[in-house]
Nanobody, 121 residues
C-alpha cells in the first residue's frame, strides 16, 4: 500500500498550487490531507469520502482550498488558491479504510511521504 504525494513547491502569496496524491495497493474509504508547519502540530486540511464525495475542510483553508478524487484510479487532488505565508508546511496525503471521516491525524493509518509547500510574502 502506497500513497504518493506530489505538486509542492514555492509560490508567492496570493498564488495557487495543485497537489496530487496517487494511491496504490488498495482502495481507501477516506482520503485527505494534513499539514505540519515548523514548530507546530499537525493540522487537518481536508478529507473526502470516495463513496459519496462528502468533503470537509479545516477552518483555516475553507473557501480557498478544494479537494477532489478520481475513484477510478485512486488519485486525489488538492487545489490551493489565495495562498498565504501561513500555508507554508509539509503537506501529507493520508488514507483510512473506514468510510468515516475523522479530523485527527491518529485516525489515519496510511501516510504518504509529504510534499513541501512554501509561500513567500
Amino acid at each position: 500500500v502506497q500513497l504518493q504525494a506530489s505538486g509542492g513547491g514555492l509560490v508567492q502569496a496570493g498564488g495557487s498550487l495543485r497537489l496530487a496524491c496517487s494511491a496504490s495497493g488498495r482502495t481507501f474509504g477516506v482520503m485527505g490531507w494534513f499539514r505540519r508547519a515548523p514548530g507546530k502540530a499537525r493540522e487537518f486540511v481536508t478529507a473526502i469520502r470516495g463513496s459519496d464525495l462528502t468533503t470537509y475542510y479545516g477552518d483555516s483553508v475553507k473557501g480557498r482550498f478544494a479537494t477532489s478524487i478520481n475513484n477510478a484510479n485512486g488519485t486525489m487532488w488538492l487545489q490551493m488558491n489565495s495562498l498565504k505565508p501561513d500555508d507554508t508546511a509539509v503537506y501529507y496525503c493520508v488514507g483510512r479504510s473506514s468510510p468515516v471521516i475523522h479530523f485527527t491525524w491518529q485516525q489515519y493509518n496510511y501516510w504518504g511521504q509529504g510534499t513541501q509547500v512554501t509561500v513567500s510574502s
